[in-house]
């Protein structure tokens, strides 16, 4: 099979399965609110997704590692989340949303770092990876504008699991790649400690990211009096910039992959700045612009260093597992917070773990 096909099998296949996870992901918060009105729930309920994500991408990226069949982790992972997200839609209770919520974490996790080292493997010029995987952020738009267009907390579960079997039909054209490696013992904590700084810094500005993911829609809602909609037009900016700079990294910017990593950081304490000022919803829209900047830095940075240094799938699905963590704790924070205090201390706290994200993250080497 010639390599530009398998290459726009692959960019379909991530194309479909970050449409399905993201059409739900960004409005599971108003979701969540729809069957319970604790804001201590909602942040349970979101961060159940991320918590089960945590293990299963661990456990399945170290895996995929030492059977080298990618393809077989990739497939049952669609497989699994069309049943999962379609299963969404019977959830009218807070328990059954909840445990909907951990299934799709589990059935995710499979497929995460198995569908980034398939396709870093795929691709003959290492170099234009990027391009591959920019097609992660133009799902995300997608899923999102999707969400918007259908305008039904309901319907939208039934469309991602639409999109996950799209995608598991690709997965059927494409060659059964076999890179099997040698995992060394303890391969986890050595790759975790020789990039301690990169995943740590990480975890602190997800955090952060993650608070504020969770109350921007509510705040929009409630706030602001928006629809869907305008939900849908604030973190579409955020998706267009992160498709189009992840499509051109790897031939127009050529910073090393540290340094994107530590930009990627940095700007997203401009973000969460400016998010905290916001008078109107659209005010968002620039901000949510800059973090489609800030993510394509440090996504394509991170893992791009990880897969050239390390076990593909294993050092992936760490990166993988603390975006989860952190995306356990964020909802969680966020939920005390807004609780506590008021939505915008949420934004104050976002601002203030960054920049010690971003201070740790000045202390990565290449």
């Not at 479909?16 to 942040?43: C, D, N, R, Y």
């Not at 060659?175 to 975890?203: D, Y």
């Not at 869907?228 to 990294?249: D, E, G, Q, S």
Request: aromatic share 12%; glycine share 8%.
């Amino acid at each position: 099979m010639q390599h530009v096909t398998i290459t726009n099998l692959v960019r379909g296949a991530a194309f479909f399965q970050h449409a399905g996870v993201s059409i739900v992901f960004v409005f599971m918060p108003i979701i969540a609110k729809e069957v319970t009105e604790s804001l201590f729930e909602i942040g349970i309920i979101v961060a159940s997704f991320s918590f089960a994500q945590i293990l299963s991408e661990i456990y399945f990226g170290k895996k995929s590692d030492k059977k080298g069949v990618r393809l077989v982790f990739i497939r049952i992972g669609f497989i699994g989340c069309a049943i999962v997200f379609a299963l969404h839609y019977f959830a009218d209770q807070s328990l059954l949303l909840l445990l909907a919520r951990i299934g799709a974490g589990i059935t995710t996790g499979i497929m995460v770092p198995s569908m980034l080292a398939y396709s870093y493997e795929a691709h003959p010029d290492k170099k234009k990876v990027a391009s591959l995987i920019s097609f992660h952020a133009l799902g995300w738009l997608a899923g999102i504008i999707g969400a918007g267009i259908v305008n039904d907390h309901q319907l939208i579960f039934l469309v991602s699991s639409g999109f996950f079997l799209a995608g598991l039909a690709l997965t059927t054209k494409l060659p059964n790649i076999v890179t099997k490696v040698e995992i060394p013992t303890g391969v986890i904590r050595i790759v975790f400690f020789k990039n301690k700084f990169l995943f740590l810094s990480l975890l602190l500005r997800h955090i952060g990211a993650s608070a504020v993911w969770t109350i921007l829609p509510i705040l929009l809602k409630e706030v602001f009096e928006v629809e869907l909609y305008h939900i849908a037009i604030v973190f579409t900016a955020n998706n267009v910039v992160a498709f189009i700079l992840m499509f051109i990294m790897s031939s127009r910017i050529n910073f090393k992959n540290t340094t994107k990593f530590k930009i990627g950081i940095g700007l997203t304490i401009v973000v969460f700045i400016g998010l905290s000022l916001i008078s109107e919803w659209w005010m968002a829209i620039p901000f949510m612009t800059l973090v489609g900047g800030t993510w394509a830095f440090l996504f394509i940075g991170g893992t791009m260093h990880l897969m050239q240094n390390h076990p593909r799938s294993t050092s992936t699905g760490i990166f993988s597992s603390t975006l989860s963590i952190s995306s356990v704790v964020g909802p969680l924070i966020a939920g005390t917070v807004a609780f506590s205090f008021n939505y915008l201390s949420v934004m104050y706290f976002a601002i203030a773990i960054t920049i010690c994200a971003f201070v740790i993250s000045l202390k990565i080497k290449e």
